[in-house]
C-alpha cells in the first residue's frame, strides 16, 4: 500500500530551536509540496518540487524555512529558527508526473508542530 | 487579488438528503479543479477531478459540476450518510503540472 510518510508526526520545541520534518514521497512520483495548515489560513503552497528541482517557494518565509530534496526518496522542511507563529500541521504530498490522468495529490498524515 | 472561496461555515444536514458545498474564485483561470476530504487529524484524500472543459463529473454518490463563466464549482453528495461528515476541500491547478491551491474548507455534518 504506497502511502507518504512523514517524520515526526508531532514535534513540541522551544521558539529559537531548529526544527527539521522528513517526508518519503511515494515510489515513482515526480512531484513533492509542501503544504502548511491552520485554521486561519488553510492549506498554504510552501513549497514544490519536481523531478528534485525546486519549482516555486514563494509561499516559503525565506529567513528562516529551507527545503530541499537529498535525492528522490527524501524531502525535507528546516525552519530556523522557530518561532511560535510556525505553529502548524505540516503536510508533504507527492505526485505522478505531469500528464498524469488525474494530476491528484497525495498527502501524507502531516508534521504537527508547536513552538512555545 | 487572487481567492478560492468555500463556506466557511459548517454546513449540517439530515441522513439521505444531498449535500451541496461550493466553491467560488476568482482571477484564477484554472486547467481542472479538485475536491479532496479530510477527515480530523489525516492529510487531505483525492476524491475527484473536473477539467475546466467538462460541466459535470460523477463518481457514485459523489458529483461535481464546474462553470468557468461563473468561476464555480458545486460538489454534491446525495443519500448523504454520518460517515460521510468531513470537511472537504476545493482545489484549482493554479500552475504548471499539478500544482494546487486550495480552498479553506467546509466542515459537512451528517446527522442521524
Known amino acids: 500500500d504506497a502511502r507518504v510518510t512523514q517524520t515526526p508526526r508531532h514535534k513540541v520545541t522551544e521558539m529559537g530551536q531548529e526544527v527539521t520534518m522528513r517526508c518519503q514521497p511515494i515510489?515513482?512520483?515526480?512531484?513533492v509540496f509542501w503544504y502548511r495548515q491552520t485554521m486561519m489560513q488553510g492549506l498554504e503552497l510552501l513549497a514544490y518540487?519536481?523531478?528534485?528541482?525546486?519549482?516555486?517557494d514563494s509561499g516559503m518565509p525565506k529567513d528562516r524555512f529551507s527545503a530541499e530534496m537529498p535525492d528522490a526518496t527524501l524531502a525535507t522542511l528546516k525552519i530556523q529558527p522557530s518561532e511560535p507563529r510556525d505553529s502548524a500541521v505540516y503536510f508533504c504530498?507527492?505526485?505522478?508526473?505531469?500528464?498524469?490522468?488525474?494530476?491528484?495529490?497525495?498527502f501524507g498524515e502531516g508534521s504537527r508542530l508547536t513552538v512555545l | 487579488s487572487q481567492k478560492i472561496e468555500q463556506n466557511s461555515e459548517a454546513l449540517n444536514i439530515q441522513e439521505g438528503k444531498t449535500a451541496t458545498l461550493t466553491c467560488n474564485y476568482t482571477?484564477?483561470?484554472?486547467?481542472?479543479l479538485q475536491w479532496y476530504r479530510q477527515d480530523p487529524g489525516r492529510g487531505p484524500v483525492f476524491l475527484l477531478l473536473?477539467?475546466?472543459?467538462?460541466k459535470e463529473k460523477r463518481k457514485e454518490r459523489l458529483k461535481v459540476t464546474f462553470d468557468t463563466t461563473l468561476k464555480q464549482s458545486l460538489f454534491h453528495i446525495t443519500a448523504s450518510q454520518p460517515a460521510d461528515s468531513a470537511t472537504y476541500l476545493c482545489?484549482?491547478?493554479?500552475?504548471?503540472?499539478?500544482?494546487?491551491?486550495f480552498g479553506t474548507g467546509t466542515q459537512l455534518k451528517v446527522e442521524l
Open positions: 504530498a507527492s505526485g505522478l508526473p505531469t500528464g498524469s490522468d488525474t494530476g491528484e495529490l497525495f
Open positions: 515510489l515513482g512520483h515526480n512531484t
Open positions: 518540487f519536481r523531478n528534485r528541482a525546486p519549482l516555486d
Open positions: 482571477n484564477y483561470s484554472p486547467a481542472y
Open positions: 473536473i477539467r475546466e472543459n467538462e
Open positions: 482545489a484549482l491547478a493554479t500552475g504548471g503540472g499539478n500544482k494546487l491551491t
